[in-house]
Structures are given as structure tokens and as C-alpha cells.
């Protein structure tokens, strides 16, 4: 059975008060109707059609990788005005699941279960039963069957008490879609074309409609303004750090924490507050992670500690590694297992091999590190002439001392000793100790300036 997904997505969003249209305000990391699009994949859809209106270029420039369909609708007249505006592109046959791009977090298992109860009826419906109704279409029931939604301005105080209020998401058979749609009215108190009356003509058709319930109230949530944007980021967030805590996450605080992206977790890993983890990340067994750190992108093997406001971006770490506090570790990153890597420290595109380590304020850029070579305080690779980046290459058990400027392209030889303070331009052999330096010089018995009274 063929799946098509409708989401709509004109609107204009103007409680946002932002020059972004509401479906591209990003939740956890991505734009709402990002959200959306992944959910009609993860069904496997055979076609999402998106409708737009508002800043239609910007939202069709996000999407361009995505394989969607765009329908305008250049004036919103109404949520089945919208729907009826996919109708020359609509397949007859199969069901289409209409969705909205400022609902994010519907899930495909709560969308599968709505297909499932659409498919002897020929029309289903989400629906919820909340506490704050105003605003909604209201779910009139007779004899417990569905027969019609009332929207809130057009309720009439006895229909306003009903608590079982229209999400705005259906599942209906295209052909009813194709008969339905153009017979929609706008006479009503909005003057719009509501997509809720077709709800009446399949009942006025004799059919049933189907409902169900999300299994979790925020699914059907839709996001209006910054406030209701914020609380929907919490509550995911929240649901977020449930899960990996399920599958053995300890935190400080899970309500200070933000997933934005994906992340797969080993046991006993240990995340303090205010984490932040993008893209997507691996993290092994018994990994720490302190206070305010921020990973992207990033592979950490198990047994490493990751201390306090340290930063990982498309980084590769092994086991046993000690990173920060205060660490940057840039893309292309690969740190081999038992390095240590301190304070103030910066490594960009560079491996450092078992057991390096550097442990404070060094920029490490474009290098090679031999195992167990020692970065003194303040070493820096000097990897760009103004023009191009070049490599430097330590190699195995190295010294280097401290406040010494690596001038790249260089290369430094196993068991080398760079004396603190150097300026090393040329290459240095094996085992040999290189130092540049100027000659000490002394004045005995100095004064130092008196100040004048
Ligand atoms: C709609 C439902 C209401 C339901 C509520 C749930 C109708 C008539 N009413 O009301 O029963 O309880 O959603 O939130 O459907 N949109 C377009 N083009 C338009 C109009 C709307 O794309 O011409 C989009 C909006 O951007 C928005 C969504 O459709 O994403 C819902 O529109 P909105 O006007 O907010 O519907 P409600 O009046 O809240
Ligand atoms: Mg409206």
C-alpha cells in the first residue's frame, strides 16, 4: 500500500517575531520541519509532499538534498485550502498522511499505528484529550463515534466543554481526498476552508473514523512561539536523557543536558551538567564527561575522561585518554589510546600516537606525534606560512621543550631533544638534542629605575 505524506507548512509563524520562517526554528539542532521529513522517511513514504508559502526559497533551500515535493499556497486560506492545493499532483490510489511542519515530534511509530486504524475505514484521526482546550477543534462524539470537529470559534459553550480535542493530523484514502476537497466551504466564523470538515462528509458518507491517541502528549505539540518552542525542547531533552539512562547512562543532572543529533552510548558512561553533544557521537564504556563540555561528531573509546569546558569536534579518541579541562580538539583529531592532552591545549588535523602527551597551553596543527613523546608547555606547530598549511612530524619517545616554535614543514626524530625556547626550522636527527637560543646575558649588581618622587 502506497504512503503519501502531506505536510503543511505555509504558514506564516508570526508570534515568532523572527526573520526565520517558523519550520526552519531549529528544536534540538534541527529545523521543525526537518523533524517531520525524518519521521516520513523513517515510514518510508513513497512521496512527501510539502506545502509552502512563507519564506518558501529559504525552506526549499534546506530541504534541497531531500527528495520532496513542493506545492505552493500562495495565500492561506485555510487548512483544507492548503490540502486542496496538492490535489493535481495527489496520487488517486493509497492513503496520505497529512502533517504539519510546526508538529516536530510525532513519531512513526504512533503514525504507523494511525495507518494501521485508517485502513478499513478510509479515514483516521490523532486525537487527545487535554486540559487547556481553548484554541482547538473539539471532537464531537455521538454514541462514542466520531462525528464531526467543531473549532473553537465556532463551538458552541456546550461543545466547548468537550476535552477531547482534533491534533490536526489524518490519515485518508486519496481518492476520498479527491472527492472531499473541492466541496469544502468557507462559511464559517474564520471564513477559511477547514480541512476538519471532511471529517462530517465521510461520516455524512456513512463511513466510521478512526482514532487514536500519541503515546506521549508532546508528539501532537505544535509550536507557535518561542515560549511553546523552548518548553517543547525541554520535554524532548527530558525524554532524551530518559533513554539513554535506560541504556546505562549515569547524569548529574539529565534536565542539563542537550542531545542535538544522535549519540550511541556504552555502560557506566558519566555525563555532568550542561553537556552538549551535535551531529552524531560514540561513546564507549566508562567514559566521564565533565561539566560543560561540548562534542561533535565525535568517537570516544571507553575508559576516557573528558574533563570540564572541553571542546570536541570530528575527533577521534581512543582508550584511557585524559582530555582538559579546557581542551579544543579540532576535526581530523585522532588521539591514540593513554595520550593526555591539558589545558589550553589545540589539536587540528593531527594524529598523536599510545601514550603522547601534551599537557599544557600547545597548538598542534597538521602533525604526526610518535608514542610517548612529551609536547612541552607552550610548544606550537607554526603550520601556516600565510599561504599553505605544512606538516610537522615528531617522531616515537621525543622531547620537546617548552615555549618551543615548530616551523613547519619539519620533521623531528625519534628520541630527538628540543631544547625550551627554540625556534626549530630545519629538520633534527634520532637522538639528537637541538636547541636555538640566544646567549644569556648579565649585568651584575643591576638597579633597577628608581621612581622619582
Ligand atoms: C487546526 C485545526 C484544529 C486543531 C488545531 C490543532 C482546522 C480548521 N483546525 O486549527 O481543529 O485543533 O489545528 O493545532 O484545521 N496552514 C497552512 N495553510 C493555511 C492554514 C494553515 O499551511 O492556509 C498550516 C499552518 O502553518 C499550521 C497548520 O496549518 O502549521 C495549522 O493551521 P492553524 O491556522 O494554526 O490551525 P488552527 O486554527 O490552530
Ligand atoms: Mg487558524
Not at 480535542?165 to 476520498?176: L, P
Not at 466551504?185 to 473514523?209: R, W
Not at 599544557?360 to 608514542?371: I, K, N, P, Q
Request: one cysteine or more; a negative charge; aromatic letters at 6%.
Amino acid at each position: 500500500m502506497s504512503t503519501t505524506v502531506i505536510i503543511l507548512a505555509a504558514g506564516k509563524g508570526t508570534r515568532m517575531r523572527s526573520q526565520l520562517p517558523k519550520v526552519l526554528q531549529p528544536l534540538a539542532g534541527k529545523p521543525l520541519l526537518g523533524h517531520v521529513i525524518q519521521t516520513a522517511k523513517q515510514l518510508q513514504a513513497q512521496r512527501i509532499i510539502t506545502i509552502f508559502g512563507h519564506g518558501g526559497s529559504t525552506v526549499q533551500e534546506t530541504f534541497k538534498q531531500e527528495k520532496i515535493e513542493w506545492v505552493e499556497q500562495a495565500e492561506q486560506l485555510g487548512t483544507g485550502h492548503a490540502v486542496q492545493m496538492t490535489l493535481p499532483v495527489l496520487p488517486h490510489d493509497g492513503f496520505s498522511l497529512i502533517l504539519y511542519g510546526d508538529v516536530p515530534l510525532v513519531t512513526s511509530e504512533t503514525l504507523e499505528k494511525l495507518l494501521e486504524a485508517s485502513q478499513n475505514t478510509g479515514i483516521g484521526m490523532i486525537t487527545l484529550n487535554v486540559v487547556n482546550t481553548t484554541g482547538y477543534g473539539r471532537i464531537v462524539r455521538k454514541n462514542q463515534k466520531v462525528q464531526a470537529i467543531v473549532e473553537h470559534k465556532d463551538a458552541s459553550e456546550e461543545q466547548r466543554q468537550i476535552t477531547e480535542i482534533n491534533t490536526g493530523i489524518y490519515c485518508v484514502e486519496n481518492r476520498k481526498l479527491h472527492e472531499w476537497l473541492p466541496k469544502l466551504s468557507n462559511a464559517n466564523s474564520q471564513g477559511e476552508y477547514y480541512l476538519t470538515d471532511i471529517v462530517a462528509m465521510a461520516v455524512a458518507d456513512g463511513l466510521e473514523i478512526a482514532s487514536i491517541q500519541p503515546a506521549l502528549d508532546f508528539e501532537v505539540e505544535g509550536i507557535n512561539d518561542r515560549i511553546q518552542l523552548a518548553s517543547l525542547e525541554r520535554a524532548f531533552q527530558q525524554q532524551q536523557a530518559f533513554n539513554l539512562m535506560r541504556n546505562g547512562v549515569a547524569f548529574a543532572d539529565p534536565a542539563r543536558f542537550d542531545l542535538r543529533g544522535s549519540v550511541t552510548t556504552g555502560q557506566d558512561v558519566y555525563i555532568d551538567i550542561n553537556v552538549i553533544l551535535e551531529g552524531h557521537c560514540e561513546i564507549g564504556s566508562n567514559v566521564e564527561i565533565g561539566a560543560g563540555c561540548i562534542l561533535k561528531d565525535a568517537r570516544i573509546a571507553s575508559n576516557t575522561k573528558i574533563q570540564p569546558y572541553s571542546v570536541i569536534d570530528h575527533a577521534i579518541v581512543g582508550e584511557k585518554v585524559i582530555i582538559g579541562p579546557f581542551a579544543r580538539l579540532r576535526p581530523g583529531t585522532e588521539l591514540a589510546d593513554e595520550v593526555h592532552i591539558g589545558n589550553f591545549v589545540e589539536v587540528k588535523n593531527s594524529r598523536l600516537e599510545k601514550g603522547v602527551k601534551a599537557n599544557h597551553f600547545t597548538y598542534l596543527g597538521d602533525s604526526e606525534v610518535g608514542a610517548t613523546s612529551n609536547i612541552g608547555a607552550g610548544t606550537i606547530t607554526c603550520n601556516y606560512d600565510g599561504v599553505n598549511k605544512h606538516k610537522t612530524i615528531i617522531g616515537e619517545s621525543a622531547f620537546i621543550g617548552s615555549n618551543s616554535s615548530l616551523v613547519a614543514p619539519l620533521s623531528i626524530g625519534k628520541g630527538a631533544t628540543i631544547g625550551a625556547g627554540s625556534v626549530i626550522t630545519r629538520d633534527v636527527p634520532e637522538n639528537t638534542l637541538a636547541f636555538e637560543r640566544s646567549q644569556q646575558i648579565e649585568k651584575a649588581n643591576y638597579q633597577r629605575p628608581q621612581k622619582t618622587k
